[in-house]
Each structure stands twice: as C-alpha cells, then as structure tokens.
Antibody, heavy 119, light 108 residues
C-alpha cells in the first residue's frame, strides 16, 4: 500500500515561488511514476505534469512549462513540485499522485497542500 | 489540451442508476483505452474508481462500471447509495493527461 504525505499549507506573495513536498512510503520512488495535479477553489482537477517512464523524463503540461519544476530525492523517497512567478490564479490545492509503471491512471493520492497566493 | 466535457450534475434516488458521460476527441478518449474515473468527496483527495475504461481496482464496489464508445466514455453507478454523493472526474491519457470538467452526483 502506497502512502503519500504532503507538506503543509503555504501563503505566498505574487511573484514568489513555492515548493511542495510529497513523501512516499510503502514503495520506493524508483518503483513509481509521480505526478502533480492541482485544484483551484470550487474548480476541477488539472494535471500539471509527471514522470514518463518510457522516456525517462518528466513531462509538463504546456500551461506550466517554464514555471514548474518537478524533482525527486530517491534517498528519502520524497518528490517535490516547485512553481515560480506565482499569481493569484495559482491559489489551489496541489496533490501528488502516483502511477505504477506501465499504467495510465493515478492509484494513490496525497492529502493535498493548499497554496494561497495573496498580497 | 482542452478539458473533457462532463455534465455539471446528475441526480438519482437511492437504488436507481445514474450515468455520467465524458466527451473528448480522437486525440484523447477516442484514441486510447486509458480512461480513468475518480470520486472526490468535499475536502478530500480524489479516489480511483475505474481505470483502463472499465476495470475496477480492488475494493471498489461492483456498482461502479465504465465503458466507452468512440470519443465518449461513461461511468455508471447502479444501485445508488447515499455515500455515492460526490464529485466525479474522468481522465484520459493523450500523450499527457487531461481531466474532465467534473460532475456532481446528488442522491435525492
């Protein structure tokens, strides 16, 4: 059973960056493909990007390219998502979600991290 | 990549069946058998209910079923129960991933 535990809520000013972490237990990061999905208040789910095991690279949704960086520390089984140049529209709950290799669905989800962007 | 289109809301009485549609294009829903469905209760993380169009993860009741025809996928909940009241999202692989607009299921 995979468990994902995310870092706590953040409040940031416009123009700043935020880095959210997601600690994996039950599996190691090398056995999983990690993705990030966000949900603005009262809105739907939006895929931001994730690891593509076929290419061995992280792919990002076009909307976030140049502004988001997803990294992993396999020594601690922790994944990170950093979003820069924050604006008010980035206020959302950010989720990490995993895929097992060779699958195309998200089996397990973190509890979510609320990021509030406000001056 | 545009969001997949779902009805904003559907409702049914306990014991009835409801079906949620998820319409995309030949580049996403119609092009791959990689449609998944997620249930989300208020304030909670999404939960996987259906994957690869029609497969159920272990632990998901068999009241939940999925199908696809052309560019439209569907989730059917049979024998609706009070705890099924939630938001439901479809998701399709498309080289990247795209989610649906979401459907609120209300149990009358």
């Amino acid at each position: 059973q995979v468990q994902l535990v995310q870092s706590g809520a953040e409040v940031k000013k416009p123009g700043a960056s935020v880095k959210v972490s997601c600690k994996v237990s039950g599996y190691t990061l090398t056995e999983l493909s990690m993705h990030w999905v966000r949900q603005a208040p009262g809105k739907g789910l939006e895929w931001m990007g994730g690891f593509d095991p076929e290419d061995g690279e992280t792919i990002y949704a076009q909307k976030f390219q140049g502004r988001v960086t997803m990294t992993e520390d396999t020594s601690t089984d922790t994944a990170y998502m950093e979003l820069s140049s924050l604006r008010s529209e980035d206020t959302a709950v950010y989720y990490c979600a995993t895929q097992k290799y060779s699958s195309s669905h998200f089996d397990y989800w973190g509890q979510g991290t609320l990021v509030t962007v406000s001056s | 990549q545009s969001a997949l289109t779902q009805p904003r809301s559907v409702s049914g009485s306990p014991g009835q069946s409801v079906t949620i549609s998820c319409t995309g294009t030949s580049s996403d829903v119609g092009g791959y058998n990689y449609v998944s469905w997620y249930q989300q209760h208020p304030g909670k993380a999404p939960k996987l209910m259906i994957y690869d169009v029609s497969k159920r993860p272990s632990g998901v009741p068999d009241r939940f079923s999925g199908s696809k025809s052309g560019n439209t996928a569907s989730l059917t909940i049979s024998g609706l129960q009070a705890e099924d009241e939630a938001d439901y999202y479809c998701c399709s692989y498309a080289g990247s991933y795209v989610f649906g607009t979401g459907t609120k299921v209300t149990v009358l």
